[in-house]
């Protein structure tokens, strides 16, 4: 059994700094792409950012260069630092990992429970 365990969410005013921290534990043979989605009240999920087992990440265009998402893989950890955070950066923070497990022959996309960030004054 796998599972995505999120922590680091929380009330930040405008202009803040936090940071979401998502973590894989179980009978893990290895993660691949890791990835970070967020879903406003009455809107659809997004992707937020991403990171390859290698290190390569993507951004969606309204967090370049506000956010920063990286993973240490020796932890099975993916993090995402958010800086100037702005009032609608505000939604829950799932955290999605493509994982082999010792039980499986192949991948299975695994999702955490949701993190809440509010941005407010």
């Known amino acids: 059994q796998v599972q995505l365990v999120e922590s680091g969410g929380g009330l930040v005013q405008p202009g803040g700094s936090l940071r979401l921290s998502c973590a894989a534990s179980?009978?893990?043979?290895?993660?691949?792409?890791m990835t970070w989605h967020r879903q406003a009240p009455g809107k659809q999920r997004e992707l937020v950012a991403s990171?390859?087992?290698?290190?390569?990440?993507n951004y969606a265009d309204s967090v370049k260069g506000r956010f920063t998402i990286s993973r240490d893989n020796a932890k099975n950890t993916v993090y995402l630092q958010m800086n100037s955070l702005k009032p609608e950066d505000t939604a829950v923070y799932y955290c999605?990992?493509?994982?082999?497990?010792?039980?499986?022959?192949?991948?299975?996309?695994?999702w955490g429970q949701g993190t809440q960030v509010t941005v407010s004054s």
């Open positions: 999605y990992a493509e994982v082999r497990a010792v039980v499986d022959i192949r991948r299975r996309d695994y």
């Open positions: 179980g009978s893990i043979v290895d993660v691949y792409d």
């Open positions: 990171v390859s087992r290698g290190g390569r990440t």
